[in-house]
């Protein structure tokens, strides 16, 4: 038997401040929002202005909450939700895991239209500019999960120069699939999207760059699904496909009509520069 490798023993927690502790997973998170906001705040400022970078900063609260309360709500609704009904205390266990990408991503979303209602912005120019900034968190995400040696692959043949011994995976090599994520949800769909985000007739088309995150995302999962053990307490749902590549289809589907839509749509021209707008009257 070719030899294969072992999983890094990595420690969960990357320093401990007393009886605090600062886990990998953690960071991910901040450092995934942080970035992401970085990164609106230049783009919000390109024409067609969606709006400023002011607005940016304020965003940062929402999008958080939006992130936790959403990411957490989705894994107890659609991964264990007979479980929760029945220990809803453990709901606000979060430190014991348990958080959906795709509730995360509703929790982003309400956040979004709640925040564009409530400063009075175009939702889809808003939604357009935040989505190219997602992918950071994905891939950082993605790498928490390799680091915690959690969420790994299904088997792979030794054969397989990457194939991998995980702790907790039992003795046979698997595909470390978090990994595989991490580069196509993360790396290459930021990539996609970022290059995107550089032509302004891209982002005169409010919704298209949404419409294409939801399709890439929805493309990049649904293959890495192929590779990723599923959870033991669903497996797999009727013919084969995986609760991840089940969720991603009203992805794919509300991404099309977005890219479709926003190419039927007018010119966005933006909103005004600051000294274009009118001065106050006395």
């Not at 002011?54 to 939700?81: E, H, K, S």
């Not at 046979?172 to 985000?197: D, N, V, W």
């Not at 307490?233 to 589907?253: A, D, E, N, R």
């Amino acid at each position: 038997m070719l030899p294969v490798l072992m999983f890094p023993q990595f420690d969960p927690v990357l320093v401990h401040f007393g009886p605090l502790a600062v886990r990998w997973y953690a960071l991910s998170y901040i450092l995934g929002i942080v970035l992401g906001i970085m990164l609106l705040r230049r783009l919000l400022a390109l024409p067609p202005r969606a709006g400023t970078t002011d607005l940016a900063d304020d965003f940062l609260t929402w999008v958080t909450i939006g992130v936790l309360v959403g990411g957490r709500l989705g894994y107890v609704l659609f991964y264990q939700p007979s479980y929760y009904l029945s220990h809803p205390v453990s709901i606000l266990e979060v430190w014991h895991g348990g958080m959906s990408f795709h509730g995360g991503a509703l929790g982003v979303i309400t956040a979004m239209v709640l925040f564009t209602w409530r400063y009075k912005l175009t939702f889809l120019a808003f939604a357009d500019r935040v989505t190219v900034a997602v992918p950071i968190g994905l891939g950082l995400g993605r790498l928490a999960n390799f680091i915690n040696g959690e969420l790994w692959g299904r088997e792979a043949p030794a054969s397989l120069p990457w194939a991998m011994i995980f702790p907790t995976g039992g003795p046979i090599p698997r595909h470390p699939s978090q990994l595989y994520e991490s580069l196509t949800e993360g790396l290459l769909l930021f990539l996609i999207l970022f290059a995107a985000s550089r032509r302004q007739s891209v982002r005169e088309r409010p919704g298209f760059l949404a419409g294409m995150f939801l399709v890439g995302y929805g493309c990049a999962r649904s293959f890495c699904e192929f590779f990723r053990e599923p959870d033991s307490f669903l497996g797999f749902l009727p013919g084969g496909i995986t609760m991840g590549q089940l969720l991603c289809l009203p992805m794919l589907v509300a991404g099309i009509v977005l890219m479709m839509n926003a190419r039927r749509q007018p010119i966005y021209l933006g909103l005004p520069e600051p000294h274009d707008q009118p001065a106050a009257k006395n």
